[in-house]
């Protein structure tokens, strides 16, 4: 009993703890509005639903997280954990999501995106309140409960509202500084700024910051420009203009007073600037007074008038363009002939050469009188000049000289002739005027003391062309021509033909004859004949025609090869032919001799071959020595082998010898055990007839075969 008391309770604690089992069903996170305005608060909420196995408490550990990263952590034993946050920005927009651990167990929430609408107001501070015409206005404006990237807007409200604004994007900070010069006419400068933010939740605008004042102070006044001079002024009378100006305070300005863009007259420290002169009528305009402090500057102006005193006077001349030796008569006149002392001057130089104080002037003209003349009137200080008139006096031409630019007097067909023409004495402008034969090719005026130059392309083959030039200038009488000149007009030379008799074979030791020939060409022409690869010329020689023939005597195997010819005239370009090429053969000699030698070697080898065919045809019949060298042999061997009644056969057998001294050998040395015993039935002789002219000796053969007492 006491062993099963004791495993019961050992028991019991293995029971206990199976009894505090858990298991998390769900974790949730809210918030009352996932759409918060900025300023105000975001409540989170992170709830757990958990099952147990009993009736126990549990530890919970809450972590919010935002975008992913730790925001908050806490513990509970209560199934829910709050997180506030408060005043909620835009920076605070994002995904939230929240995690429960509880007896080693975890599990987390779904995302929860919240979004805050709006930014916080900026604000706006001038670095300096009060400023000075010329100065700059820095202003900062900052969120600084908001992080970055910002862009701010800076805007100068107007008085009459309108808006000039800057833009500057701060990526890492969350304040940003500009500067806005001060302009002319500023007084109280009004600015606020306005931040905006783009981001991945979207894009926000703040409201516009505080209004920030800014006085500007005026270093100077507005310039007062004055004259000082009567309202009605007079050619003669003198003119004050004054402009002056209040400063503030001690400044370093600069006024100045100018008419149109010329500066009349300026100063530097102080407050007021006079322009005095005699009024003339180049007077009369507007003036201007600007006063100028740094970037600071303010401007007035006036209108003067200057009535004319007495008109400006008039010079005329007899004639503008004279010969050498005519008369010139000027005279000087002035409208309402009012009492001046008047002047005939001429120029150069600058300041001019009085020629007579008088208003009419008289002078027989050389060439140094051309130049320009003016008549100056004074009265009461103010004077006054003319018009300038230009008097031109002409001296004549010379006669012109003309020349070729390269010097020389031929040309080449094609190319452009360059003459030149030019008189050495006369007054420019000067026309020259090119004639080829009686037509007129071309006129030039030159402006200086230098020649015209022509162009004249040779297009067609005259052999001879003449040119002459004509000069002429603004003198009455003046027109002169030069010599004439002929011009050789050269025709290169062309179509170049190459050829040989006999064509393109020559017999070794002939002679061939090479003619070369061009098509056109200005003579005379120089031809050379060339053999391929060789730089002397084997023919050269110049010809009062268009061709030319060179024989070349006893051509050889080494003259063997390709020819070509050059021609060329005074038109300095070479023309050249296309390749000849010439070969050698024997000479008729030479076939002969080669001929009679193939005869001779044929008719030597034929003997040979016949001898030989001969000498083998007897080696094929030797029976022919054995039938003796008459008639009368041949009877009687026939009776003698007719009364033995026995015929016997010559033929090679086994102990055949073929020789030509001894072509007969006995029975006995071929004797066998066969022979012996063979019977004779028959012999057989064959006859052939010999050669009559040949030795009956020789060429003999002797085939015996059969009965013993053969001989």
């Given at each position: 009993m006491y062993f099963a008391v004791l495993m019961i309770l050992l028991h019991c604690p293995s029971l206990k703890a199976q009894?505090?089992?858990?298991?998390?069903?769900?974790?949730?996170?809210?918030?009352?509005?996932?759409?918060?305005?900025?300023?105000?608060?975001?409540?989170?909420?992170?709830?757990?639903?958990?099952?147990?196995?009993?009736?126990?408490?549990?530890?919970?550990?809450?972590?919010?997280?935002?975008?992913?990263?730790?925001?908050?952590?806490?513990?509970?034993?209560?199934?829910?954990?709050?997180?506030?946050?408060?005043?909620?920005?835009?920076?605070?927009?994002?995904?939230?999501?929240?995690?429960?651990?509880?007896?080693?167990?975890?599990?987390?929430?779904?995302?929860?995106?919240?979004?805050?609408?709006?930014?916080?107001?900026?604000?706006?501070?001038?670095?300096?309140?009060?400023?000075?015409?010329?100065?700059?206005?820095?202003?900062?404006?900052?969120?600084?409960?908001?992080?970055?990237?910002?862009?701010?807007?800076?805007?100068?409200?107007?008085?009459?509202?309108?808006?000039?604004?800057?833009?500057?994007?701060?990526?890492?900070?969350?304040?940003?500084?500009?500067?806005?010069?001060?302009?002319?006419?500023?007084?109280?400068?009004?600015?606020?700024?306005?931040?905006?933010?783009?981001?991945?939740?979207?894009?926000?605008?703040s409201e516009a910051s505080n209004i920030t004042l800014v006085t500007v102070v005026e270093p100077f006044s507005h310039p007062k420009l004055t004259s000082k001079?009567?309202?009605?002024?007079?050619?003669?009378?003198?003119?004050?203009?004054?402009?002056?100006?209040?400063?503030?305070?001690?400044?370093?300005?600069?006024?100045?007073?100018?008419?149109?863009?010329?500066?009349?007259?300026?100063?530097?420290?102080?407050?007021?600037?006079?322009?005095?002169?005699?009024?003339?009528?180049?007077?009369?305009g507007n003036y201007t007074c600007k006063v100028e402090l740094g970037r600071v500057s303010k401007t007035t102006s006036m209108n003067l008038v200057v009535e004319e005193l007495f008109a400006k006077p008039i010079l005329t001349p007899s004639l503008t363009d004279l010969d050498e030796n005519q008369r010139l008569s000027l005279w000087c006149h002035i409208n309402g002939s009012p009492k001046a002392n008047v002047s005939i001057i001429k120029r150069p130089p600058k300041n001019g050469t009085l020629l007579k104080t008088s208003s009419n002037f008289t002078i027989q003209v050389q060439v140094n009188d051309t130049g320009s003349y003016v008549c100056r009137a004074e009265i009461k200080g103010i004077i006054k000049e003319s018009n300038p008139v230009q008097i031109t006096v002409y001296a004549p031409v010379s006669e012109p000289v003309l020349s070729v630019a390269n010097l020389s007097t031929e040309m080449v067909l094609g190319e452009t002739l360059m003459l030149r023409c030019q008189s050495m004495s006369g007054t420019p402008p000067i026309n020259y005027t090119l004639f080829r034969g009686n037509r007129l090719i071309h006129t030039i005026t030159v402006f200086n003391n230098t020649y015209a130059e022509f162009r004249d392309k040779q297009t067609k083959l005259n052999n001879l062309r003449e040119y002459r030039c004509e000069a002429s200038n603004r003198h009455a009488y003046a027109k002169r021509s030069s010599y004439k000149m002929n011009i050789t007009v050269i025709a290169p030379v062309r179509n170049i033909s190459f050829g040989s008799l006999p064509h393109g074979e020559v017999e070794d030791g002939g002679n061939i004859n090479f003619l070369c020939i061009v098509g056109e060409g200005s003579l005379p022409i120089n031809f050379r004949i060339f053999k391929e690869n060789d730089q002397k010329p084997l023919f050269n020689e110049s010809k009062m025609e268009t061709r030319v023939l060179w024989q070349k005597e006893s051509f050889s195997k080494q003259d063997a090869g390709k020819y070509f010819c050059e021609a060329s005239n005074r038109a300095r370009a070479t023309v050249r032919s296309n390749l000849l090429t010439v070969k050698v053969i024997l000479a008729s000699w030479q076939k002969g001799f080669i001929a009679l030698f193939v005869l001779a070697v044929i008719a030597i080898a034929a003997s040979g071959f016949w001898w030989y065919w001969h000498k083998k045809e007897k080696g094929k019949h030797p029976s022919m020595e054995m039938s003796g060298s008459t008639a009368a042999t041949n009877s009687t061997s026939e009776k003698q082998a007719s009364g033995q009644n026995h015929y016997t056969e010559f033929y090679p057998g086994p102990g055949y010898i073929e020789d030509s001294e001894n072509p007969v050998k006995s029975a006995d040395e071929n004797k066998g055990p066969d022979h012996e015993s063979a019977e004779v039935e028959y012999t057989e002789v064959e006859v052939s007839t010999p050669d009559p002219y040949k030795d009956s000796g020789e060429n003999r053969h002797s085939r015996i075969e059969g009965s013993p007492d053969a001989t």
């Open positions: 009894d505090n089992v858990i298991t998390i069903n769900k974790v949730e996170l809210t918030v009352p509005s996932p759409k918060v305005k900025n300023g105000k608060s975001i409540e989170l909420t992170c709830i757990v639903d958990i099952s147990k196995s009993a009736s126990f408490q549990i530890q919970h550990a809450f972590s919010f997280y935002k975008d992913d990263s730790p925001l908050y952590n806490t513990t509970s034993e209560q199934d829910r954990a709050r997180y506030k946050i408060f005043p909620a920005r835009f920076a605070d927009s994002g995904s939230y999501k929240c995690s429960v651990e509880a007896s080693g167990k975890s599990k987390s929430s779904n995302d929860l995106v919240v979004q805050v609408k709006g930014l916080s107001q900026p604000k706006l501070t001038a670095l300096k309140t009060e400023v000075t015409e010329g100065e700059v206005v820095t202003l900062r404006c900052e969120e600084p409960e908001e992080k970055p990237p910002f862009i701010f807007l800076f805007n100068k409200i107007s008085p009459n509202q309108q808006l000039q604004a800057k833009k500057k994007q701060e990526l890492k900070e969350n304040f940003a500084s500009v500067d806005f010069p001060v302009e002319e006419g500023d007084r109280i400068l009004r600015f606020h700024c306005i931040v905006t933010v783009n981001s991945a939740v979207g894009f926000e605008k001079s009567p309202w009605n002024v007079t050619e003669g009378d003198r003119i004050d203009i004054v402009c002056t100006t209040i400063l503030a305070r001690k400044y370093e300005i600069e006024i100045l007073i100018q008419k149109d863009r010329r500066i009349l007259n300026s100063t530097r420290g102080q407050n007021s600037l006079t322009y005095s002169a005699i009024a003339t009528m180049e007077d009369n």
